[in-house]
């Protein structure tokens, strides 16, 4: 196994404040939200109310900086690929299978390698949540 060498969000660019941010704001905007265990911020809202609920959450994006990102580096993909080879070695070690690795260069050019996607679907094979929120404290994304 490669060893993981990187704090959880960190290659990705990912703020790992961003769920706690937008959580924060949201709820400064009027929305009841909460944070699930494996991350993300989920909102119970009426159907008429989904639309208004995107545009805040792009509001929130926009006033938090999360908004219109430049596109990573090459250096910035290299280091997240690496990253993610990590990972997936990461849950091979926990016992589960990852396939369909992209070559580097697939990767850099936008092959899509999400490990984490591949434990997770189809649903009925995916972990528990508190299997994945263990996962995830064992193996952080990059």
């Known amino acids: 196994m490669q060893p993981i060498d990187y704090s ?3 290659l ?3 703020d790992p404040n961003y769920d706690e941010n937008m959580a924060r704001c949201l709820t400064d905007a009027g929305y009841d939200v909460w944070i699930p265990p494996d991350g993300g911020v989920q909102a119970k ?3 008429e109310q989904l639309s208004p609920l995107q545009v805040a959450g792009d509001a929130c994006e926009a006033e938090l900086g999360y908004a219109n990102r ?5 250096q910035e993909l290299k280091a997240l690929y690496r990253g993610l080879l990590a990972l997936a070695g990461c849950l091979g070690d926990a016992g589960y299978t990852i396939s369909n690795i992209p070559s580097e260069q697939a990767f850099i050019d936008g092959a899509v390698f999400d490990p984490y996607g591949q434990i997770l679907i189809p649903p009925e094979n995916a972990p ?3 299997e994945y929120a263990s996962l995830l404290d064992q193996c952080p994304m990059p």
Request: proline residues 24%; hydrophobic residues 25%; charged residues 20%.
């Open 45 to 47: 809202v009426p159907e």
């Open 12 to 14: 990705s660019g990912i």
């Open 70 to 74: 430049p596109a990573p580096s090459v």
């Open 8 to 10: 959880p969000g960190e």
């Open 128 to 130: 528990s949540n508190e």
